[in-house]
T-cell receptor, first 114, second 114 residues
Framework: EAQVTQNPRYLITVTGKKLTVTCSQN?????MSWYRQDPGLGLRQIYY???????DKGDVPEGYKVSRKEKRNFPLILESPSPNQTSLYFC?????????????FGNGTRLTVT | AQKVTQAQTEISVVEKEDVTLDCVYE???????LFWYKQPPSGELVFLIR??????QNEISGRYSWNFQKSTSSFNFTITASQVVDSAVYFC???????????FGKGITLSVRP
């Protein structure tokens, strides 16, 4: 089954404790992206990647890092989480070369930073 | 820069009413792609449609229909004979050939009352 898998689904942590949210897709998509969703603000893009070893900042990259060492994985790293990074995070992938390809989303990771 | 505006924030209707969700977009690119996603209370993002800028045909899928008008930069979504299960947050999104960012609107919360 074609899917984007994010882990964990829920995460509670404390300020300053480094964490990684994993994302993996099995569709051989070149394009992957991370979003955060906050009430009243919709979904905002954090980082995206057009291909292996190619990453670019989205609209809200501060406080986040990503890496794309292999096509299927695109982890989101919070080196020193802060309470304002409490949010719902989504990973997504897409075949940008396909005429009707949707953006496939993972099921989300709800992060709470205390 | 690209932008998506969903001016309606919350809409409440009674079951069986028709409802239209508005989406207005801005982009300087000539080749671009528009999406609609549904986010039910369970939180996942469900793909509804992708429309490419070179295809202005309107689309109907069951009770759902989409009206794409380049002249007014709009991509509106109509639900006919709404049902309680249509209650969700609906997002419109835009990306383009030249700009790899995917920009979402802030979403419209639709409540369908029995």
């Amino acid at each position: 089954e074609a899917q984007v898998t994010q882990n964990p689904r829920y995460l509670i942590t404390v300020t300053g404790k480094k964490l990684t949210v994993t994302c993996s897709q099995n569709m051989n998509h070149e394009y992957m992206s991370w979003y955060r969703q906050d009430p009243g603000l919709g979904l905002r893009q954090i980082y995206y990647s057009m291909n292996v070893e190619v990453t670019d900042k989205g609209d809200v990259p501060e406080g986040y890092k990503v890496s794309r060492k292999e096509k299927r994985n695109f982890p989101l790293i919070l080196e020193s989480p802060s309470p304002n990074q409490t949010s719902l995070y989504f990973c997504a992938s897409m075949d940008r070369n396909s005429y009707n390809s949707p953006l496939h989303f993972g099921n989300g990771t709800r992060l709470t930073v205390t | 820069a690209q932008k998506v505006t969903q001016a309606q924030t919350e809409i409440s209707v009674v079951e069986k009413e028709d409802v239209t969700l508005d989406c207005v977009y801005e982009t300087r690119d000539t080749t671009y792609y528009l999406f609609w996603y549904k986010q039910p209370p369970s939180g996942e993002l469900v793909f509804l449609i992708r429309r490419n800028s070179f295809d202005e045909q309107n689309e109907i899928s069951g009770r759902y229909s989409w009206n794409f008008q380049k002249s007014t930069s709009s991509f509106n979504f109509t639900i006919t004979a709404s049902q309680v299960v249509d209650s969700a947050v609906y997002f419109c999104a835009l990306t383009s050939e030249a700009n790899s960012k995917l920009t979402f609107g802030k979403g419209i919360t639709l409540s369908v009352r029995p």
